[in-house]
Nanobody, 119 residues
Framework: QVQLVESGGGLVQAGGSLRLSCAAS????????MGWYRQAPGKQRELVAT???????NYADSVKGRFTILRDNAKNTVLLQMNSLKPEDTAVYYC?????????????WGQGTQVTVSS
């Protein structure tokens, strides 16, 4: 089982920036997807951004042009650079890791980190 540890959340004013980091441990898998989801109070968890081991990226429309996902494969980490933050970006952000092993996919989730954007 892959373990994920997130860091970098906090409180920021609208228009500001934050960088989230997620470190994976417990194994390395050549076929995988790493990324971020978020969940705001009273809402369902939604995709923010993901990047596959083939460097394919996927962003939510609401964050395109403002957020950038980066991977450091040597360190088995994924970063989320968030710029031009808006109050509606306020949520708990969860790191996500999906990997292929022994002929099936597995998923792991981090514990979540709070991002609060004040207006």
């Amino acid at each position: 089982q892959v373990q994920l540890v997130e860091s970098g959340g906090g409180l920021v004013q609208a228009g500001g920036s934050l960088r989230l980091s997620c470190a994976a441990s417990g194994g390395r898998f050549s076929i995988n997807v790493m990324g971020w989801y978020r969940q705001a109070p009273g809402k369902q968890r939604e995709l923010v951004a993901t990047m596959s081991s083939a460097d394919d990226t996927n962003y939510a429309d609401s964050v395109k042009g403002r957020f950038t996902i980066l991977r450091d494969n040597a360190k088995n980490t994924v970063l989320l650079q968030m710029n031009s933050l808006k109050p509606e970006d306020t949520a708990v952000y969860y790191c996500y890791y999906k990997y292929w092993s022994l002929s099936k996919f597995y998923e792991s989730w981090g514990q979540g980190t709070q991002v609060t954007v004040s207006s």
